[in-house]
């Protein structure tokens, strides 16, 4: 059974970096028809889609937030990250990671919500 989890402070000041973490379990981030993703959906409003990364180490990322996002892996670990940095309160959100394949994104972590808040 595959399954997700994000980890990471709840609470990031603006202008910081915000660091969470996805663990996987029951299957391998370096799976060639797989990619791993960072989605977000701030309160009251819809899901956005940030990057991801392929099984290869590929990475791609959101246009609107290209130049803050950093999308890193420990494939000894089963783990990939998500760094966004000069948080704004409009960071505010809930964070998921999801693994996706040809048709979607099919796994998802259950959320973990980062408040940016001085």
């Known amino acids: 059974q595959v399954q997700l989890q994000e980890s990471g402070p709840g609470l990031a000041k603006p202008s910081q970096t915000l660091s969470l973490t996805c663990s996987v379990s029951?299957?391998?981030?370096?799976?060639?028809?797989?990619?791993w993703s960072w989605i977000r959906q701030p309160p009251g409003k819809g899901v956005e889609w940030m990057g991801a990364?392929?099984?290869?180490?590929?990475?791609y990322y959101s246009p609107s937030l290209k130049s803050r996002t950093f999308i890193s892996r420990d494939t000894s670990k089963n783990q990939f990250s998500l760094q966004l940095s000069s948080v704004t309160p409009e960071d505010t959100a809930v964070y998921y990671c999801?693994?996706?394949?040809?048709?979607?994104?099919?796994?998802w972590g259950k959320g973990t919500l980062v408040t940016v808040s001085s």
């Open positions: 999801a693994r996706g394949n040809n048709y979607g994104l099919d796994y």
């Open positions: 029951g299957a391998s981030m370096t799976t060639s028809i797989y990619a």
């Open positions: 990364m392929g099984a290869d180490g590929s990475t």
